[in-house]
């Protein structure tokens, strides 16, 4: 049986079908800014109901439906396959899946307290979510033909940092993810790649730079180097749902300054 490439093909997002996860806010948003603007249709999953405002924003300026929300844990299979299958149903599939929904909750875990539902829950949404996230997505796209899917990670998932060490575990657990998912292409036409951005102003390190409203004195020092633009993250983004070569690779600029 021949695998068809369109989908991963991207060479125009003019009517191509993105869920992005965590889309309502920071990084997800500004992806999906870019998505909308080059004529993607999204469909946007977050825990957060700003994702419905957001949604309507892009339908408003469009004059047409381009955008849809779905609250979602994606923790949950059900919520997951919930997503995926509405972008199915109201756009007709699903080309591209940007896996970004994440949390900085417990993120420095060493000395907190020994309850189970705090520690997992950062494990749940940034690891356990991603993955399940993306197998819901592996599945709508191998009946599309094929499709790329694209993960936040962190430049944590290189490095050590002291004061982010359960956030630093997912991240890595998000790399090891990614690099094992490279022979898919030669099963199902799905492409897997992930970014990984060091500190991003966005409502993220705020929340990382207290603890329970308490200043983090760790975090001093991300008021002396230089955030990482929005727009090198979307450069890199883009670079890979428009590559077909691209697959299994790790995005961070200040890391590998080869052009991948």
Do not use: W
């Not at 999906?32 to 603007?37: G, H, N, P, Y």
């Amino acid at each position: 049986m021949e695998i068809q490439s369109s989908s991963t093909d991207i060479a125009s997002f003019e009517g191509k079908v993105a869920v992005v996860t965590g889309g309502s806010r920071g990084i997800g948003k500004a992806i999906c800014d870019e998505l909308i603007r080059l004529g993607a249709k999204v469909v946007i999953g977050a825990i957060s109901d700003r994702g419905q405002k957001v949604a309507k924003q892009y339908n408003k300026e469009a004059g047409k439906k381009v955008a849809m929300f779905l609250r979602t844990d994606v923790s949950r299979y059900d919520d997951n396959k919930a997503l995926f299958q509405l972008a199915e149903s109201e756009f007709g599939g699903v080309d591209i899946a940007i896996l970004n929904a994440g949390t900085c909750d417990n993120s420095d875990n060493l000395f907190t307290p020994l309850d189970d539902k705090l520690e997992e829950r950062i494990f749940n949404v940034n690891a356990v979510g991603m993955i399940k996230s993306s197998k819901v997505a592996i599945l709508h796209m191998a009946k599309r033909g094929g499709g790329s899917i694209v993960c936040t990670s962190s430049a944590g998932g290189f490095y050590s940092i002291p004061a982010l060490t359960a956030y630093v575990a997912t991240k890595h657990a998000v790399i090891g993810y990614v690099r094992s998912c490279a022979f898919l292409p030669e099963v199902c036409n799905v492409r897997v790649n992930a970014v990984c951005p060091t500190f991003v102003d966005t409502e993220f390190l705020d929340n990382v730079r207290t603890v329970d409203g308490i200043p983090e004195p760790y975090y001093d020092f991300t008021d002396t180097i230089p955030t990482v633009p929005m727009s090198v993250i979307i450069d890199g983004v883009f670079k890979y749902l428009g590559d077909n070569t691209k697959n299994g690779i790790l995005y961070h600029k200040k890391i590998n300054k080869k052009k991948n």
